[in-house]
């Protein structure tokens, strides 16, 4: 067992590149760039390089059996994707980047073998898991509900992502749109606007404007199910 605050600080992103620093080869190895926002990149199983968010926001989609993808949005400390194994990598994998970006292209071998010398208990390896782990499960929790609770759901993990102006209110990132949010729900734009429209009936939601903004957190959260807000706290 491990503690997550252990794990956290270990496999922030300025202690990895610290640790990667240690080595005279770290400018030869890591290089860092900049992605302007829509940037989309896609890949196959041939990876030469490792990826580390250091600011900005991306979506990750994995294209699954029978064009069934399932997406999640990645941000600063994120590794897109830091296999386990080989055979661990996907087939066929799409970043989108939702507003500009800056990450850290890391040769993948040279990561290995600085992660071999400064990181021997795998701690990076074990967050990674972690981290995807909850990723799948509120992915799993989200299929089970209804369009409109799934609509709900999402809007609720953008929290995350926003910031908190008062004890009930937050504003949302900026780059959420009815397009974002319902392919994050797995509904149509039309409907997802239609939800959205009752919510701001309500007085819970602002979103005629840039940053949207969820005016009573708690009147959301008891509009889902109790069960599927217990994966997102």
């Known amino acids: 067992m491990y503690l997550k605050e ?14 990667l620093k240690k080595s005279p080869g770290f400018n030869k190895y890591c290089i860092q760039e900049r992605l302007p926002k829509e940037t989309v990149i896609t890949s196959d199983k041939r990876r030469k390089y490792i990826y580390i968010i250091e600011d900005g926001f991306m979506k990750l989609v994995f294209e699954g059996t029978n064009k069934h993808n399932f997406s999640y949005i990645l941000q600063k400390g994120a590794f897109p994707h830091l296999p386990v194994y080989t055979e661990d990598i996907p087939k066929h994998m799409m970043l989108i980047a939702l507003t500009d970006v800056v990450w850290w292209k890391i040769e993948f071998h040279f990561f290995k073998e600085m992660m071999e010398l400064e990181d021997p208990r795998n701690y990076i390896m074990l967050h990674q ?3 995807t782990r909850r990723r799948l499960y509120v992915i799993a929790v989200q299929e089970k509900l209804s369009s409109r609770e799934s609509i709900y759901f999402s809007l609720n993990t953008m929290i995350d992502y926003g910031l908190r102006v008062s004890e009930k209110a ?28 009752n919510l701001r009936e309500k007085g819970i939601l602002e979103s005629q404007k840039k940053p949207w903004r969820i ?7 008891e509009l889902i199910d109790a069960e599927a ?3 997102i706290l």
Not at 6 to 13: A, E, H, K, P, V
């Open 6 to 19: 252990t794990l956290d600080q270990f496999t922030s992103i300025n202690n990895i590149l610290k640790l």
């Open 170 to 197: 937050v504003e949302l990132p900026k780059f959420l749109t009815y397009q974002i949010l319902a392919d994050n729900s797995n509904t149509s734009k039309s409907y997802t606007s239609k939800v959205l429209s």
């Open 229 to 231: 807000l217990l994966a």
């Open 129 to 131: 898991l972690a981290e």
């Open 215 to 221: 005016n009573d957190v708690q009147k959301l959260q």
